[in-house]
C-alpha cells in the first residue's frame, strides 16, 4: 500500500508568486489601456477590471501565506500595497459616482 502524500507549498514559491503578481500588476497599471484608446470607456473598464484581478490575486496569495505561518517581511510589503491600492481604488470608485451623480 503506497502511502499518500499531502501536497505541501514551500514559502519561497509564495514570495515569489507575490513578487510575480506585484510586478506585474504594477507593470500593467502604469501601461494604462492600449493607445489610442484614450475615450473608449469599454477599454478603460476591461483596463480597471484587470487591476483588480491582479489585487484579489494578490490578497489571496498574501491570505494563503498567513494561514502557512508566514511572517515574511514581504507580506507586509505586499499588505501595504494592497491597503493603497484599495484606497486608490475607492476613491476612484466614489470619483465616478460623484460624476455620474452630475450628469
Given at each position: 500500500m503506497t502511502r499518500r502524500r499531502e501536497p505541501s507549498v514551500r514559502g519561497p514559491d509564495?514570495?515569489?508568486?507575490m513578487d510575480v503578481v506585484a510586478e506585474g500588476y504594477l507593470?500593467?497599471?502604469q501601461a494604462g489601456?492600449?493607445?489610442a484608446t484614450d475615450d473608449d470607456t469599454k477599454a478603460f473598464a476591461a483596463h480597471h477590471a484587470a487591476c483588480r484581478a491582479a489585487l484579489a490575486?494578490?490578497?489571496e496569495l498574501v491570505k494563503l501565506a498567513r494561514q502557512l505561518g508566514s511572517e515574511a517581511p514581504e507580506l507586509e510589503?505586499?499588505?501595504a500595497m494592497l491597503v493603497e491600492a484599495r484606497a486608490a481604488?475607492?476613491?476612484y470608485e466614489e470619483d465616478r459616482d460623484a460624476g455620474e451623480e452630475q450628469c
Open positions: 509564495l514570495r515569489t508568486a507593470r500593467f497599471l489601456p492600449e493607445p490575486h494578490l490578497t510589503e505586499a499588505t481604488l475607492a476613491a
